[in-house]
């Protein structure tokens, strides 16, 4: 007869691998934050956005990373908080898109970056998805 251990938590690799996916997300969140916040002016100007919309998103993106940077500390992130960063970040790359061709008049280089960044941010969901995912099948 073999003794068998049973746990309730996802192998440390696979929560590691969520955590760091996590702490990415909120540390570029974070530092496009900030530098939305800090530089609203500029950056408005240079990519064609308002830039009070600019320093609105930049205060929201601050406290956004933050949260998302709490989940990512924590030792097994709960699925629940997960699953609203990665719907979170569906959401923000949609209305992304539909920003861009619904309402915002962006230079050049905001036509560029606003699909950009949205495409950038559809990734980070999709690979948050993949690791929680992954947790729950290896718990």
Do not use: C, K
């Amino acid at each position: 007869m073999s003794a068998t251990t049973l746990t309730t938590a996802p192998p440390r690799s696979v929560t590691s691998w969520l955590r760091r996916v996590l702490a990415f997300d909120a540390a570029g969140t974070v530092l496009n934050g900030i530098a939305y916040a800090v530089a609203s002016g500029p950056i408005g100007r240079f990519l064609g956005i308002d830039p009070g919309l600019m320093l609105g998103l930049g205060i929201g993106l601050i406290a956004y990373g933050a949260a998302v940077g709490a989940l990512a500390a924590g030792g097994n992130p709960p699925a629940l908080g997960v699953r609203t960063v990665i719907e979170a970040n569906l959401a923000w790359t949609v209305l992304s898109f539909i920003a861009l061709f619904a309402w915002l008049e962006p230079s050049t280089a905001g036509a560029v970056w606003v699909p950009a960044q949205a495409v950038v941010v559809g990734a980070l969901a999709g690979l948050q998805h993949v690791a929680l995912r992954s947790t729950r099948v290896n718990s």
